[in-house]
T-cell receptor
């Protein structure tokens, strides 16, 4: 079974540009999470969805960040405009509520804003 | 609020040494507990889990026992290998309406030949 799929794996962009990160959760999973990992702050939960509905977005840094889940098999995390301090690894993860709360992660999108 | 505290790294060991990485938690409910591993340049992989008190999770020679009385979930391995070098994260999930992982800060393990 395919795991969580993220794209792009690596992106380098200039400050001020729009960045869109994409995620395909494991088929049948009803929760989707976006995490950010940096050396300074470790792993931070940005937002999570249940059945495509955002449940908790309190971790989203500011209005420059937005996330959508238009259907059960796709989600996006958008940064507009991007800033150098947004450089990080962004992980998407998914889980099935009935499977004992185990959350499975994608390989991550490594973002560098110059 | 719910939180996870794990020992600071880096932990440097020689091959075949015994490993312990301490993890304690604070939670209002009855969480599930997890260890995730992140190899250099890769994402997080589930290493093992335990869903209730006294459960022991195990995988690839690693073990951790859910100790409710000490609110701990320490990771152990009897004989580490160079290939175990990675960052290890302890995490909890209280489930229910707040189905999300709360992570510790991670512990870097470096195993030398």
């Amino acid at each position: 079974d395919a795991g969580v799929i993220q794209s792009p794996r690596h992106e380098v962009t200039e400050m001020g540009q729009e960045v869109t990160l994409r995620c395909k959760p494991i088929s049948g999973h009803d929760y989707l999470f976006w995490y950010r990992q940096t050396m300074m702050r470790g792993l931070e939960l940005l937002i999570y969805f249940n059945n495509n509905v955002p449940i908790d977005d309190s971790g989203m840094p500011e209005d420059r960040f937005s996330a959508k889940m238009p259907n059960a098999s796709f989600s996006t995390l958008k940064i507009q405009p991007s800033e150098p301090r947004d450089s990080a690894v962004y992980f998407c993860a998914s889980s099935l509520a009935s499977s004992g709360n185990t959350i499975y992660f994608g390989e991550g999108s490594w973002l560098t804003v110059v | 609020g719910d939180s996870v505290t794990q020992m600071e790294g880096p932990v440097t060991l020689s091959e075949e040494a015994f490993l312990t990485i301490n993890c304690t938690y604070t939670a209002t409910g009855y969480p599930s507990l997890f260890w995730y591993v992140q190899y250099p340049g890769e994402g997080l992989q589930l290493l093992l889990k335990a869903t209730k008190a006294d459960d022991k999770g195990s995988n690839k020679g690693f073990e951790a026992t859910y100790r409710k009385e000490t609110t701990s979930f320490h990771l152990e391995k009897g004989s580490v290998q160079v290939s175990d070098s990675a960052v290890y994260f302890c995490a909890l999930n209280t489930g229910g309406a707040t189905n999300k992982l709360i992570f510790g800060t991670g512990t870097l393990l470096a195993v030398q030949p």
